[in-house]
């Protein structure tokens, strides 16, 4: 079982089974007790996710790689990461996640064995309405 | 004939000479994306969801002729973002088309007419704008009113400059096949050297998931728009992958065939797919598990028939075999043979 300590609301959500919690990809994952409806529209945006074995941290690296949003990595060292995590190299023990951090030039490769939790602070780009809004507009100027 | 002679012998010799050495998988066109940043946000588009630092990076020139020389492609495709948008791009083009790559510049053109004086004249440098059809299809496809006038204005101003001028058009699953034959006949008009023309891939980040195509009705589509395909129409792409598109060929994706470098590195395991990243080119054709993606391989390809893909398939059939190159040339000549 995965810890999982809020939503973007604040909402307490935690002790919810992982295998619900972080379908991949991600966009699909309810996190928002009162949210849309539409899973399509759901998004991770506010959630802090505690993985407690291999395979769960697997499961939410592959979703944090497909979140198009800022995350904020906790490492067990205490140090926080923050950034646009852009790849995963999954090999056993070598295994690491690539992060670009504002204002640094080059990426930075992080060892998954060191993350103690995932926190999705940004905004996920790829959950607006834009479209929507645009038929919506075209629909009122006819 | 849509594509110049020095170009076709250019990409003959090339596909020859890979085929003389035993080279399994050998990239045609290189997809060189060096911003994700553009000044307009399509609603099928789903290249440039990302948070604003990672839209400000962009690919130094270095970087660009770097990953140009490491690939090895005859042919340079910068799609974006908005390439226009990068304050040296013309000095990458410039360094590409010194380094004798054909040089695909594909832009919305909302920039170009102002930008166009950074540019020379030359038979491998082609402005591919992006028009998605007449001018109501394409403002709504772009998601901005006004922006086809722009697109046509900077067309006309570019053929008067004597550059290479191509259209490159995604046809989504409300596509209508006389509004598209007529987008062809206005293209033609406006004196392009040639179209190009894709159906649209369902990106998981794009704002509009209802409008792509499933492959049956992307057949269907293809066949409407190109019956009694009409000569004056050029077409700057393989004459087998439009047959492929009509449901006329089948042919299983060659993902390598259009290699993508961007700001992450070199994308596994194509243009449209985001697998993961590796730092070489030669990591990407050694590390890739290219027997995991393609039609019937996995889900997210099912529906895929974009010219990034199956381009370079159609290709390969045309110099693998005397029955591929009879067939391109009969599909050159005798375009609605059935």
């Known amino acids: 079982m995965v810890r999982v300590d809020r939503n973007r609301e604040g909402d307490v959500v935690s002790q919810r089974d992982l295998m619900d919690l972080l379908p991949v ?24 996710v505690y993985p407690n074995s291999e395979q769960e941290l697997l499961k939410v690296i592959e979703s944090a790689f497909g979140y198009r949003g800022d995350i904020m990595l906790e490492l067990k060292s205490r140090e926080c990461i923050s950034g646009y995590l852009f790849n995963r190299v999954l090999d056993g023990p070598h295994s690491y996640v690539e992060m670009f951090q504002p204002g640094q030039a080059g990426p930075r490769r992080i060892p998954c064995h060191e993350i103690h939790a995932f926190h999705f602070t940004g905004y996920d780009t790829a959950s607006g309405k834009s479209w929507e809004a645009w038929v919506q507009t075209r629909r009122q100027e006819k | 004939m849509a594509v110049p002679l020095s170009q076709m012998l250019t990409v003959t010799s090339y596909v020859f000479s890979q085929k003389l050495k035993g080279v399994k998988r050998y990239p045609l ?6 911003l994700f940043r553009c000044n307009l946000a399509c609603a099928g588009c789903g290249k440039i969801q990302y948070p604003e630092h990672v839209l400000d990076r962009r690919l130094t020139p270095e970087q660009c002729w770097a990953a140009a020389e490491e690939c090895g492609a005859p042919i340079i495709s910068i799609p974006g973002g908005e390439p226009l948008i990068h304050p040296e791009m013309s000095e990458i083009v410039q360094g590409l088309v010194r380094r004798g790559k054909f040089v695909y510049l594909c832009t919305n053109a909302i920039l170009l007419e102002r930008k166009m004086d950074e540019y020379t004249p030359s038979n491998r440098l082609i402005f591919s704008i992006h028009m998605d059809g007449l001018r109501e299809e394409h403002d709504f496809a772009v998601c901005r009113d006004g922006v086809y006038d722009v697109a046509t204005r900077a067309i006309k101003a570019a053929l008067k400059r004597g550059f290479r001028v191509t259209t490159n058009t995604t046809l989504f699953s409300d596509a209508n096949p006389p509004r598209v034959r007529a987008f062809f006949d206005e293209m033609m008009d406006l004196g392009v050297e040639g179209m190009m023309i894709s159906p649209g891939y369902s990106y998981e980040k794009a704002p509009d998931q209802h409008g792509f195509l499933k492959r049956r009705r992307t057949q269907e589509l293809f066949a409407a728009v190109f019956a009694e395909r009409k000569r004056r129409w050029r077409f700057n ?38 697998d993961g990243y590796v730092s070489s080119f030669r990591e990407l054709l050694e590390t890739t598990a290219w027997d995991r993606y393609g039609v019937g391989r996995n889900e997210k390809c099912r529906d895929c028939m974009v010219h990034c893909g199956f381009e370079a398939s159609a290709v390969e059939e045309t110099f693998g075999s ?6 391109t040339v009969k599909a050159m000549l005798f375009p609605n043979a059935t």
């Not at chain 1, 994952?29 to 802090?48: C, F, K, R």
């Not at chain 2, 060929?249 to 961007?262: E, F, I, K, M, S």
């Not at chain 2, 005397?322 to 067939?327: A, D, E, H, I, R």
Request: net charge negative.
């Open chain 1, 25 to 48: 990809p991600i966009v699909g994952m309810s996190m928002s007790q009162d949210g849309p409806e539409d899973p399509a529209e759901q998004s991770l945006h506010g959630a802090v």
């Open chain 2, 322 to 327: 005397w029955s591929g190159l009879t067939g």
């Open chain 2, 29 to 34: 066109v290189l997809m060189l994306e060096p």
């Open chain 2, 237 to 274: 792409q393989s004459p087998l992958f439009l047959e492929f598109l009509m449901g006329k060929r089948d042919y299983q994706c060659t993902p390598w065939g259009n290699p993508t470098y961007n700001i992450f590195g070199w994308q596994k395991p194509c243009y449209l797919l985001q």
